[in-house]
């Protein structure tokens, strides 16, 4: 009798089927405990997330929680940058679709608008964010700032663009642009989460509409009026 020859790879997919659904699933239990972190830290701030705060959150063991991470540290970065990809997914990828110019600045300040407006009751994590690491060093505080200061720079780009479009003076600086947007974000915060003064967010769409008043170029203002009429 001759024994049939099996090819190596024939068998392979069967006896990696296995190991694919589990690398899954670790993906998928890990995902699931970075949502539920990202939810405490929205309310407790990144210094109140612990690994068995999160296993009771998720009904996990601590050892369970701490195998996906291996350290708070890790758990605080990996929090962080899911919030980051979450903010671009909702802020700054929608306004790519706008023209280039005033059009995207507006854009990526409405996005940034209702963004802010959904964080009133549950909590910025760049901004609480800010106020725990303001003045620690090390590697949470990196990914914090690294966010922050990329979400910075799109918004400067976003300036530079209008500029290069002719529709902001060009003798304005675009971080002094960046800046005064910032600071309307962080006031709203201030003055709706913390002092609860009803109307801050009109207020800081009144205040950009006032930026881009102030820093149009008299053709673009001419080309918006001709638009209104």
């Known amino acids: 009798m001759t024994l049939r020859t099996i090819s190596p790879l024939s068998v392979a997919p069967a006896s990696a089927e296995p190991v694919k659904r589990a690398m899954l699933k670790g993906q998928q239990t890990k995902a699931a405990i970075i949502d539920a972190a990202l939810g405490l830290a929205s309310q407790i701030g990144l210094e109140g997330l612990s690994i068995g705060a999160l296993a009771e959150v998720t009904g996990m063991s601590?050892?369970?929680?701490?195998?996906?991470?291996?350290?708070?540290?890790?758990?605080?970065?990996?929090?962080?940058?899911?919030?980051?990809?979450?903010?671009?997914?909702?802020?700054?990828?929608?306004?790519?679709?706008?023209?280039?110019?005033?059009?995207?600045?507006?854009?990526?300040?409405?996005?940034?608008?209702?963004?802010?407006?959904?964080?009133?009751?549950?909590?910025?994590?760049?901004?609480?964010?800010?106020?725990?690491?303001?003045?620690?060093?090390?590697?949470?505080?990196?990914?914090?700032?690294?966010?922050?200061?990329?979400?910075?720079?799109?918004?400067?780009?976003?300036?530079?663009?209008?500029?290069?479009?002719?529709?902001?003076?060009?003798?304005?600086?675009?971080?002094?642009?960046?800046?005064?947007?910032?600071?309307l974000i962080l006031a709203l915060h201030y003055e709706a989460r913390f002092l609860k003064v009803p109307g801050a967010a009109e207020r800081a769409r009144q205040g950009f509409a006032r930026i881009l008043e102030r820093y149009h170029t008299a053709a673009a203002a001419a080309s918006s009026s001709d638009r209104k009429r």
């Open 62 to 183: 601590k050892s369970g929680v701490f195998a996906h991470f291996g350290s708070r540290e890790e758990l605080q970065i990996s929090v962080i940058r899911e919030y980051h990809d979450r903010f671009e997914s909702e802020v700054f990828y929608p306004a790519m679709q706008q023209t280039r110019g005033v059009s995207r600045l507006q854009a990526m300040f409405d996005n940034w608008m209702v963004q802010t407006s959904n964080e009133i009751d549950s909590g910025c994590i760049y901004i609480s964010g800010a106020v725990e690491f303001d003045d620690r060093t090390g590697p949470v505080r990196d990914a914090l700032a690294s966010s922050v200061t990329s979400w910075q720079a799109a918004v400067r780009r976003a300036v530079e663009q209008a500029q290069g479009e002719g529709q902001l003076v060009r003798d304005v600086d675009p971080l002094q642009v960046a800046f005064e947007v910032h600071g």
